[in-house]
Nanobody
Framework: QVQLVESGGGLVQPGGSLRLSCAAS????????MAWYRQAPGKQRELVAS???????NYVDIVKGRFTISKDNAKKTVYLQMNTLKPEDTAVYYC??????????WGQGTQVTVSS
């Protein structure tokens, strides 16, 4: 069974940084589009950033210049480096792996709280 395990969340002050990790197992990692989504209380889940199998990245406008998505195919791990964090970045962050309609998997989520 496919597993995606996120780590790296926590409490950070505004302006601080965190790096999230998502370790995948039992998938052909290199062909999947990996993505980070987030869901704040009372809001819909939204796409934050994605990276294709070929390494093409995409970001939602509100995180451009602050967040960086990357991956290590050998480790089957995708990362989200988050800098200059703001209170509005507070959310549960989810890792997603997708390679088609029938190949769409989610992690359990990791809480990120930005507060002084």
């Amino acid at each position: 069974q496919v597993q995606l395990v996120e780590s790296g969340g926590g409490l950070v002050q505004p302006g601080g940084s965190l790096r999230l990790s998502c370790a995948a197992s039992r998938i052909m990692f290199s062909i999947y589009t990996m993505a980070w989504y987030r869901q704040a209380p009372g809001k819909q889940r939204e796409l934050v950033a994605s990276i294709t199998g070929g390494g093409t990245t995409n970001y939602v406008d509100i995180v451009k210049g602050r967040f960086t998505i990357s991956k290590d195919n050998a480790k089957k791990t995708v990362y989200l480096q988050m800098n200059t964090l703001k209170p509005e970045d507070t959310a549960v962050y989810y890792c997603n792996a997708r390679a088609g309609i029938n190949f769409d998997f989610w992690g359990q989520g990791t809480q990120v709280t930005v507060s002084s």
